[in-house]
Structures are given as C-alpha cells and as structure tokens.
C-alpha cells in the first residue's frame, strides 16, 4: 500500500501573477508520488470500494446523501484505511514535506 | 432542480476553462459558486419536522426559486454581487472569476425544471424555464418525491449528460491535472490541507465531489425504480414509472410560477453563458494589476507593523 517517493514536494507556486493570490514564503504540499503499478490497483480497490459501499448502504440510509457524508466517505475510505494499516504497522502517517520544484515536470 | 449535475458541472468548468486561465481559477471558488446557490435555498425548501410537527417552506417552489423568495440565490445578478464581494475583500481573481463562473453554471442548468429560474433579475421577476422535468419538491412529498420524480424524468438524463461531459475530459480527474491544473491555482488552501492529508487524501478530496455525483445519481436511481414501492393513483407499484417525456414524470402535479414564454429561453440562457464567459474574460488581465497592487500594498503593511 505504500507508494514510492519521489524526492520534492509539487508547486505551491501561487504567484501574484497567476492567481492573485499572495504566497510568500512558497506553500508546499506533502510529498509527490509516482504510483507503482501495484499502487495503482490499490487505488482502484478503495475507490471502487468505497463507491460500492457508500451506495449500498445510502440506498437503505438516505442520510448519507449529503454532500458532506459523500467526499468525507471517498476521504476516510481511500486515504483513511491506508492511513489506518500504517498505524496498525507503526509507521509514520505525517505528510513528508519538502523543497518546490516545477509541477510542470510532474508525471504519472 | 438539478442534482447530481451541480456535481459534475465543477469538473466540466474546470476542464473547459479559457485557454488564459488554465491553471489559474480556484477549483474550490467553482465549487462553491455551484454549490451557494441551493446551499442558500434548499433546505428551507425541504424543511425538517420537530415534535411531530413540521417546520419548512409553504410553497416550497415559490421560496426556492420566486420572488418574493429566496429566488434571488438563483439569480445571476445575486452571484455578480457576490463575486463583487469577493473582489472587494480579497482582491483574488482566481476566487472571484472561478466563484462567477461555478454560480453562473448552477443558475443556468435549472432553467431545466418547471420553475426555472428569474435570469434577468433584478429587471424583472418573471421565471425562465425550459420545462424539460416537472419541479417536484413539495410539503407532503419531501425529499424523496423529489428525487424519485428527477430520476424518473428527463432530469436522470441531464445528470447522464454532464457525467458524460465529465467523462469526456476524463484528464481533469487524474492525478497530473491536479498537480499541475488545480494546485497552483490555490496552493494555500492545499498546503494548508496537506497538513494532515498526504497527496493520496488531498487528490481523494478533490475526486470526492464527483464520486458523491456518481454515487447520489446511482444510488437514488435505484432506490427510486427498483426498492420505493410507491402508491400512484390508488396503484401500488414496483418502483416509481419512467417517464421521459417533456415536462415529465406524468404522476407528479406540475407546479409553475410566472415566467416567460419557453421558447425564448435556451436561446437567452445561451447567450447569458457566452455573456458571463465574455466578461470572465474581459475582467481577467484587468483584474491581474488589482491583484498585485492588493498584494503590495499587504506587503507594505506587514513590513511596517
């Protein structure tokens, strides 16, 4: 379930210029990956999963139906059992961070 | 009223976006200029019961999308004074254009319904609609009526249409337009976030809008032809009738407030959108000096104090 890493965090290139929005110093996400093979099927597990799962059970239980339950669902289901396996191993969940780099360079 | 197409409509803007902006318009100011209108309207359109008695819109219609009403959440001129308040505020052109253009998406997608909307509001209070599907939320009714008559009718079909849009630029939902489309547009708002969600929680939070489309869309279908089992006339019945005529489902009673005539209404909602577009356009590089003059002058201040 883990996926490679890859050395630098993406953009956070929020120049005036661009967006309006002012960004110094640079914002930087956590840290970019090129999905493994493997760690594609992973993703398409829980994401299949959590749709089949949030429809069957939202079909019985309309609450569910909501534009909030909904992201929250895909959420807590693709990053949150991963996150879950790693604690269970005692890995660290942290987000890494690192240096800007051009997401122009950026690739599956 | 459209449902799971406010969904897919924030991915259909964001991967059709001006060739200038590309990059640059908040996925999340899309989002929320979607999603304000009937964030604003809907639920007193539903209402709620408390100690057996129910608390809600009389004229559900008449409040969602009438004036006097909350009609005004649905009007173009209401998202143009918001976006004037963005503007104001932030000085942020990618939040302001990005907020106008998912609003103005919303407003024009409900001229679908029975009711439609008042486009030429504040100059006339008179309703816009094309009456492809009867509006259906009513007091008795509620939600489920609701959503039962919209994926019966041809509203199933408007959903079916923007997820195909979406599909169609199916490159908007990959990993490598995120990074390189969506995050430098807001790279606060998703640094901020990736404080507690690596990039596979933050790219999950982004999808998550569309899969909740996705989802609603299937899930509502289903409950409403394969598990309601719905009394319609006296007839007890396996699931509510289709009914993909014009102005349908036939078994809900077709509600109208007063409105222009049909006919002129595609014509008019299509030059509104090429309007909105146009202006987009027009504001974006005057709107580039608003944003770094805001910007100096905050940095002028902050060195000072």
Redesign the interface.
Request: proline residues 11%; contains cysteine; charged residues 20%.
């Given at each position: 379930m883990s996926?490679p890493s890859r050395p630098a965090p993406?953009?956070?290139?929020?120049a005036?210029?661009?967006?309006?929005?002012?960004?110094?110093p640079?914002?930087?996400?956590?840290?970019?990956?090129t999905?493994s093979r493997s760690a594609k099927y992973v993703?398409f597990f829980l994401?299949a999963s959590?749709?089949v799962t949030?429809?069957a059970l939202?079909?019985?239980n309309?609450w569910l139906?909501d534009?909030i339950v909904?992201?929250?669902?895909?959420?807590a289901?693709?990053?949150g059992l991963?996150?879950l396996v790693k604690l269970v191993r005692r890995q660290p969940i942290r987000?890494?961070?690192g240096p800007a780099r051009d997401?122009?360079r950026?690739?599956? | 009223m459209s449902w799971a197409a406010h969904?897919f409509e924030v991915y259909a803007v964001e991967a059709h976006l001006p060739k200038k902006m590309v990059?640059?318009?908040?996925w999340f100011a899309i989002f929320f200029g979607d999603?304000t209108p009937d964030f604003l309207a809907k639920f007193w359109v539903y209402g709620f019961n408390f100690h057996g008695r129910h608390y809600g819109a009389t004229k559900p219609y008449q409040w969602h999308r009438g004036w006097p009403g909350m009609g005004i959440s649905h009007t173009l001129f209401f998202g143009a004074m918001v976006c004037l308040g963005i503007w104001g505020w932030?000085?942020?052109?990618?939040?302001t254009i990005g907020f106008l253009l998912g609003f103005a998406a919303h407003v024009l997608t409900d001229v679908n319904d029975s009711i439609g909307t008042m486009l030429l509001f504040p100059f006339s209070t008179l309703n816009w609609s094309l009456h492809t599907w009867a509006y259906a939320a009513t007091v008795k009714g509620g939600?489920?009526l609701d959503a039962a008559a919209y994926y019966s009718s041809l509203g199933f079909v408007m959903d079916l249409f923007w997820f195909f849009v979406v599909l169609g630029s199916w490159r908007v939902l990959?990993?490598?337009f995120w990074?390189?489309r969506v995050?430098?547009?807001?790279?606060?708002v998703?640094?901020?976030l990736?404080?507690?969600?690596?990039?596979?929680?933050?790219l999950?939070?982004y999808?998550?809008?569309f899969?909740?489309g996705?989802?609603?869309m299937?899930?509502?279908t289903?409950?409403a032809h394969v598990?309601a089992r719905p009394v319609i006339n006296g007839v007890k019945r396996n699931g509510y009738p289709w009914d993909l005529s014009w102005t349908g489902p036939w078994w809900v009673t077709r509600v109208t407030l007063p409105q222009v005539t049909p006919w002129i209404v595609l014509p008019t909602a299509l030059v509104l959108l090429g309007g909105v577009y146009f202006v987009a356009n027009a504001l974006w590089e005057r709107?580039?000096s608003?944003?770094?003059r805001?910007?100096a002058w905050?940095?002028v201040r902050r060195k000072t104090t």
């Open positions: 996926e993406p953009p956070a290139s929020g005036p210029s661009n967006s309006g929005t002012p960004s110094t640079g914002p930087s996400l956590p840290a970019a990956s999905p993703d994401y959590a749709a949030y429809i939202s079909i019985y309309k139906l534009w909904g992201p929250f669902w895909l959420v289901w693709v990053w991963p996150t987000p890494r961070r997401p122009a950026d690739t599956e | 969904q990059g640059q318009v908040s999603f932030k000085h942020n052109r990618a939040w939600k489920y990959t990993r490598e990074r390189t995050v430098p547009a807001d790279p606060h998703w640094s901020w990736g404080q507690w969600l690596d990039e596979r929680g933050l999950a939070l999808r998550g809008v899969f909740y996705v989802c609603r299937i899930a509502w289903t409950w598990v709107m580039e608003g944003s770094i805001a910007i905050r940095n």
